[in-house]
């Protein structure tokens, strides 16, 4: 009787979410590879030792910041100045995190203490480009813990590697492409909603035209490409 | 020393942004449109990081039609949801040809 039956529906192996994270954090790391080795090769030039590096990359995981903190302390700005300025820099996270919070919604409080750590550019455009809309809490959380951890190693090994290589590593134009090219990278998944293809439209236009530069420029932007790409998502529905 | 001290004021400063930003907004229930206007203010971050990245290149010396070609080339693989590499493979090609071109 039972084998008339057949196996029946297989229950959705927990394996299957870690992997899939996995495999999409691996296809993420070249975008975090690059700028990992280009910033650590930047934090060495502004004689910031290694382990004051690692400490800055593992808890601040904010790149951009951080190198804001090591030029500014170098021209000799005063501590309180460099963290706000780097503070600003890393509003752009209340947005990621903002945009994210569904995923946390009854989720565990100890994953509503971890998840945060990892909101950077490269894991919300992984989550937000990769990872299916409806996914089950339980196993957004392992999706989301795999990816984040293996996209946290990666940064550690490439700033670490580029701190430590320093002036070895290649320098000329294509460097100064890589940028750009890995933030058309992140945010191009996402075009294919017409209402995020005006918010990123609206977005670019007003931090490539704004004269406040940095993050006043890039929290414009975002309140621009909300506003619009909601309008012109209203416009859609009717 | 104040190196390390703006450090720290960075780690905790960011993670108050990062927490405070998941706790508030997954502890209120907010309309779906809400939720909307959120995903487009993230993708006009991403996209203004875009902006912002490609106006520091030009002014490092990159000439602007291999910046724009360069994005070009990424936005159009990425549309297609082409892998990590092959978006960057892509920008990265197409903005190397643009700057042989332009001299």
Do not use: K
Not at chain 1, 107 to 115: E, K, Y
Not at chain 1, 120 to 143: H, I, K, S
Not at chain 1, 175 to 180: A, G, M
Not at chain 2, 71 to 88: C, D, E, K, P
């Amino acid at each position: 009787m039972r084998q008339a039956l057949g196996p029946g529906p297989r229950p959705q192996s927990s394996n299957r979410w870690v992997r899939q994270g996995a495999l999409h954090a691996a296809g993420m790391l070249p975008a975090v590879v690059p700028l990992g080795l280009a910033f650590g090769s930047a934090v060495a030039e502004h004689e910031t030792s290694i382990p004051v590096a690692w400490l800055g990359a593992a808890l601040l995981l904010a790149g951009s910041a951080q190198l804001s903190v090591a030029t500014q302390t170098a021209e000799g700005s005063g501590a309180l100045a460099a963290g706000a300025v780097a503070i600003a820099i890393n509003s752009r996270f209340v947005i990621y995190g903002a945009a994210l919070a569904h995923r946390f919604r009854g989720q565990p409080r100890w994953f509503r203490w971890v998840g945060p750590w990892f909101v950077v550019d490269q894991m919300y455009a992984l989550v937000e480009g990769r990872e299916p809309a409806n996914t089950e809490r339980n196993r957004f959380r392992e999706y989301y813990v795999t990816a984040g951890s293996l996209l946290w190693i990666g940064w550690q090994l490439s700033v670490v590697a580029g701190a430590t290589l320093g002036p070895s590593l290649p320098t000329g134009s294509v460097l100064e492409l890589i940028v750009p090219v890995m933030f058309t990278a992140l945010v191009a998944p996402s075009l294919i909603r017409p209402n995020q293809a005006v918010a990123a439209a609206a977005g670019g236009a007003v931090a490539f035209g704004s004269a406040t530069a940095g993050s006043v420029g890039v929290l414009l932007a975002a309140g621009a490409g909300a506003v619009i790409g909601a309008v012109a998502s209203s416009r859609a529905v009717r | 020393m104040s190196g390390l001290i703006a450090l720290c004021i960075a780690i905790v400063g960011t993670a108050a942004l990062r927490w405070g930003s998941v706790w508030f907004f997954s502890s209120h229930r907010l309309p779906g449109s809400v939720e909307h206007v959120l995903r487009g203010g993230a993708t006009a971050v991403l996209a203004s990081l875009v902006a912002s990245s490609a106006r520091e290149s030009a002014s490092a010396g990159v000439p602007a039609p291999a910046v724009i070609a360069a994005i070009a080339g990424a936005a159009v693989a990425g549309r297609f949801r082409g892998s990590m590499v092959a978006t960057l493979g892509a920008g990265l090609v197409a903005g190397m040809v643009t700057m042989e071109l332009v001299g």
